[in-house]
């Protein structure tokens, strides 16, 4: 498949487009449906994404929320993804609570991770064997090529069965939980804000390199998902022109 990617001046113009096209795609979903969900992710890239989203008007009680991957700390805690979002988006946005599901990090890496594939088993009403198809996820990457907590070398990234896992970030010294690849394969629809010159690099591998995953994890995004875009300032995309 081609890579749908967009360029953008800068990250602020690449998130607030990120946002708008969320929007779009969970319209058209609840024009046809009842609910609809999304699963976003973390770091510092998303706040204006967030922030857009926040400024609008939707109708934020048929979205459910969920997370692509969580830090194992607090929902207080500086490192915590949700504790972004809450700040950026939630609350802001008075998205309701009983939609939020959030990855309860504070019980525990493994612990936690089981709890959180249990609510998405539960939510999708999935039987054994069966993925959820969340409606959007929302994706980032690492100047390594990392998305959600999937880094390069992680046994986890040939792991397709599975929904989600406690996995141990060498680099940082840090468990984190996350969705697994399969997971992110069977969204319909699949969202990557990707901004600074720091990204170049991985960029360029990802979309232009051999398809090794191990390697670039966030090779998942641009070769196997059914609808997936790339949202890139002028930094990001400088490798790919």
């Not at 967009?6 to 990250?11: T, V």
């Not at 058209?28 to 994404?49: D, H, I, N, Q, Y």
């Not at 088993?121 to 198809?133: D, H, I, Q, T, V």
């Not at 060498?170 to 969202?191: C, D, H, M, S, Y």
Request: charged content about 20%; some cysteine.
């Amino acid at each position: 498949m081609s890579v749908d990617w967009r360029k953008y001046p800068d990250a602020v113009t690449a998130a607030q487009a990120c946002a708008q096209h969320i929007l779009a795609v969970l319209e058209e979903t609840l024009s046809g449906e009842g609910l609809a969900t999304l699963a976003v992710s973390g770091g510092s890239t998303p706040r204006p994404m967030f922030q857009e989203m926040a400024r609008s008007r939707f109708e934020w009680d048929r979205v459910h929320l969920f997370w692509v991957d969580e830090r194992a700390v607090p929902p207080a805690d500086p490192q915590s993804n949700y504790k972004l979002a809450n700040e950026s988006f939630i609350a802001p946005a008075h998205f309701p609570d009983r939609n939020v599901h959030r990855i309860q990090a504070e019980l525990g890496p493994e612990a936690a991770a089981g709890r959180y594939e249990n609510e998405i088993r539960e939510f999708f009403g999935l039987s054994a064997g069966e993925l959820p198809g969340f409606d959007v996820i929302h994706c980032g990457i690492g100047p390594d090529g990392h998305t959600a907590s999937l880094f390069p070398g992680e046994p986890r990234i040939r792991d397709h069965d599975k929904i989600a896992a406690a996995v141990w970030v060498e680099k940082f010294a840090q468990w984190r939980i996350t969705l697994l690849p399969g997971a992110l394969e069977a969204a319909r629809n699949a969202v990557v804000l990707a901004c600074g010159p720091d990204k170049a690099d991985a960029v360029r591998a990802i979309f232009s390199g051999p398809y090794d995953p191990m390697q670039w994890p966030a090779q998942i995004l641009s070769r196997n998902l059914t609808s997936v875009t790339w949202f890139l300032d002028e930094a990001a995309a400088a490798g790919v022109d």
